[in-house]
């Protein structure tokens, strides 16, 4: 079986990555990370040549994303983006992800690899990679101690999985 797989990157790596864009966002020290006001307004005055569009259903269909790291842009489905507006975590994971992608999977570090059994190492799956990230970028690892899984959706705006997932890496 073929598969993508990424430079080695594990949970440390991805969240020195996430605190580098808190910094750009001068949101270190908040729970609530505005990933939609990262993409439509931060990144863009970091890097004119970044491009992010918010495109129809039926241009999609099935994909919430889609990243082109050679080209600098995400592609984010409507009603993905309208939800993520109003604050649905699976939504806004979905962004962060996809920001992952743009900052880290490009030609370069992403190859093609057979395996016996399909399987890779989750450090170097790149899907894993941008979940991860997600996880780390909207649930500051420093900033969650003690706190219970409620208080991270609440605070976070997160969901229930990405709590969770982010209290057990604690």
Known sequence: MTKCIATPLGRR???KMA???RIMEECVEELY???VHFLDITLPKLDPDFSFNVKPIEEMGECHGLTFPDRKEIQIREDVYNRACEGSGRDRM???HELFHLLQHEKSNISYARTENGNIPLYRDPEWQAEAFGGELLVPHHLIHGMEVEDIIKKCGVSSKAAKCQLEKY
């Open 13 to 15: 790596d991805l969240r």
């Open 19 to 21: 605190i580098i864009v």
């Open 33 to 35: 990370f505005d990933i």
């Open 94 to 96: 979905t962004m962060a």
